[in-house]
C-alpha cells in the first residue's frame, strides 16, 4: 500500500484527468470516492501545480456559464 502525500495524490490526479478524461474537479471526488477520503480534507495532499489548473478550469465554466446564460437572454 502506499502511503498517501501530495507527491502520490497528485500523480494521480494527473493520471485520471489524463486517462479517464476527467475535469480536475472530477479527478479529485473520484479519487477521495475510490480511496474513501474526505473531499473537504485532502487540500494538503494537493500540489500547487494541481491547485493552479483546478482555478484556471474553473474560471473557464464560470465564464462559458456567463457567456451561455448571456446567449439564453
Given at each position: 500500500?502506499?502511503?498517501?502525500?501530495?507527491?502520490?495524490f497528485s500523480q494521480e490526479i494527473e493520471t485520471?484527468?489524463?486517462?479517464?478524461?476527467?475535469?480536475?474537479m472530477d479527478a479529485i471526488i473520484h479519487l477521495?470516492?475510490?480511496?474513501?477520503?474526505?473531499?473537504?480534507?485532502?487540500?494538503?495532499?494537493?500540489?500547487?501545480?494541481?491547485?493552479?489548473?483546478?482555478?484556471?478550469?474553473?474560471?473557464?465554466?464560470?465564464?462559458?456559464?456567463?457567456?451561455?446564460?448571456?446567449?439564453?437572454?
Amino acid at each position: 500500500m502506499i502511503k498517501m502525500n501530495s507527491k502520490t495524490f497528485s500523480q494521480e490526479i494527473e493520471t485520471a484527468v489524463k486517462k479517464e478524461k476527467l475535469s480536475y474537479m472530477d479527478a479529485i471526488i473520484h479519487l477521495c470516492e475510490e480511496k474513501d477520503l474526505d473531499p473537504g480534507k485532502v487540500n494538503s495532499f494537493i500540489n500547487k501545480q494541481i491547485k493552479e489548473k483546478l482555478t484556471s478550469q474553473q474560471t473557464s465554466m464560470i465564464f462559458i456559464a456567463i457567456v451561455a446564460r448571456s446567449i439564453v437572454n
